[in-house]
């Protein structure tokens, strides 16, 4: 499978990244295990997660995702052909998100240990911390690259001048600059990365993996009114798009998948990825014929009609 280059670091991923919330959730060890292997003989080879995941499950303390997927690397002796992406700054009991430098290195042996690994590949600032400033965070993240720990870093959930301010701040300390930004965005969720957002990433050669990328799940298809949010776990989070809009974006999704014999959920990730500044789009499977998915839409092609389409319904 083709790979993209992330920005201006040396990791090349598949232009589709799995979403590692799910293990430890709606997806027990056998099952990511399963999961994981069929994602990685599909061609894809980087993988999301994050040290809260999965913590808002009852009887959860966060590590969950990173502790199976740790296991699964040991087990497989793979750990050379995966391109691992975790988090840190996510409240994990202290009360708030937290980005000081005597939290991330904490924050970090404990990943390594639940991941067994002696680096990440990508290590990216969870949330804004307010009370942080961007020079310590960064100073922080600067000690990991130098001791191996950390091979690149970047954020999630900055806005434009959040990002501006970062890498503004990493210039004039001579600190290293947030390589990657990981943002919402979906056919649905678009107006907080398209415009300056996007052009600031374009600009800057910034990579970007998108969350959400399926709108919670909603883009598959399988929502289409209340008494369907029943379906699954996640379903409570699709309600707000089923509105006008929402039904125009999946009338849209119906006829371009019809046309290329591919499910709604393809389609929505094959936008994603044909989206200009977008390196990949994060999704996550639960099921084998989700994974399978998953590896089609990495490879699926739209036309410039397919992409005008979606555009128009989701405008």
């Known amino acids: 499978m083709q790979k993209r280059r992330l920005g201006r670091t040396d990791l090349s991923i598949a232009p589709l990244v799995l979403g590692g919330n799910v ?13 994981l292997d069929r994602f990685v003989g599909g061609g894809l080879n980087a993988i999301d997660t994050a040290d809260a995941y999965s913590r808002w499950v009852p009887g959860n303390e966060g590590g969950e995702s990173e502790t199976i997927i740790g296991k699964w690397m040991k087990d497989r002796g793979n750990r050379d052909k995966v391109v691992v992406i975790t988090k840190v700054g996510s409240d994990m009991g202290q009360g708030h998100k937290d980005l000081s430098a005597a939290y991330i290195e ?5 990943s390594l240990k639940r991941l067994q690994t002696d680096f990440i590949d990508l290590y990216l600032s969870h949330w804004p911390d307010p009370a942080t400033p961007y020079e ?34 990493a210039s004039l300390r001579s600190l290293p600059r947030y390589e990657v930004l990981q943002p919402e965005y979906n056919l649905y969720d678009r ?17 970007v993996i ?12 399988k929502y289409r009114s209340e008494a369907d949010l029943g379906q699954s776990e996640r379903g ?10 929402g039904m125009r974006i999946l009338a ?5 998948s019809a046309k290329h014999s591919a499910k709604q959920a393809e389609v929505a990730l094959a936008w994603v990825i044909a989206r200009p ?32 389409e979606l555009d128009r319904a989701s405008g």
């Not at 430890?24 to 099952?31: F, L, S, Y």
């Not at 904490?106 to 404990?110: I, L, M, P, T």
């Not at 100073?139 to 806005?159: F, M, P, Q, T, W």
């Open 23 to 35: 293990f430890g959730w709606t997806a027990d060890e056998k099952t990511s295990f399963d999961l």
């Open 106 to 110: 904490k924050a970090v042996e404990a």
């Open 136 to 169: 310590e965070t960064l100073g922080a993240y600067e000690k990991l690259l130098a001791k191996g720990k950390v091979r690149h870093i970047g954020c999630s959930n900055l806005d434009a001048g959040q990002l501006r301010a970062a890498l503004d701040v």
């Open 191 to 207: 107006s907080s990365f398209d415009g300056p957002l996007r052009d600031l990433c374009v600009a800057e050669d910034i990579g």
């Open 210 to 221: 998108t969350y959400f990328s399926l709108a919670k799940g909603f883009l598959s298809g």
């Open 236 to 245: 409570g989070g699709v309600k707000d798009y089923l509105n006008a809009r």
């Open 252 to 256: 849209a999704l119906d006829a371009i």
């Open 277 to 308: 500044g977008v390196t990949a789009p994060i999704a996550s499977a639960t099921k084998p014929s989700q994974m399978d998915s998953l590896i089609k839409a990495a490879s699926l092609k739209l036309t410039a009609d397919d992409m005008a």
